[in-house]
């Protein structure tokens, strides 16, 4: 079956930065597009970075631009998101996310970003 797991979250100071991994298995990774999304305490799960299959082609909120930089590996079915200049609104769940027949979603990885 389809399974999606985010790694990387953790507690770490104001302009900080922090690099999350999300392996996919059980469907052809390098086939579909991939996104990051982040739900903070209280509030709805926003769309933060999507990639293209290949990777050649990516996408950012305007909160994260300029700061984060969502990437792929297809050899080891890895999606990346790399943040930079963390601030306290970025303190989220952190989840991978891709559309097949239906959604699927990891379980998600804490960011904390607090001194």
């Known amino acids: 079956q389809v399974q999606l797991v985010e790694s990387g979250g953790a507690l770490v100071q104001p302009g900080g930065s922090l690099k999350l991994s999300c392996v996919g298995s059980?469907?052809?990774?390098s086939g579909w597009p991939m996104r990051w999304y982040r739900q903070a305490p209280g509030k709805e799960r926003e769309?933060?970075?999507?990639?293209?299959?290949?990777?050649?082609?990516?996408t950012y909120a305007d909160s994260v631009k300029g700061r984060f930089i969502i990437s792929r590996d297809n050899k080891s079915n890895t999606l990346y998101l790399q943040m930079g200049s963390l601030k306290a609104e970025d303190t989220a769940v952190y989840y991978c996310?891709?559309?097949?027949?239906?959604?699927?979603w990891g379980k998600g990885t804490l960011v904390t970003v607090s001194s």
């Open positions: 996310h891709t559309r097949l027949a239906g959604d699927y």
């Open positions: 769309l933060v970075a999507t990639i293209t299959a290949g990777g050649g082609r990516t």
């Open positions: 059980g469907f052809t990774f």
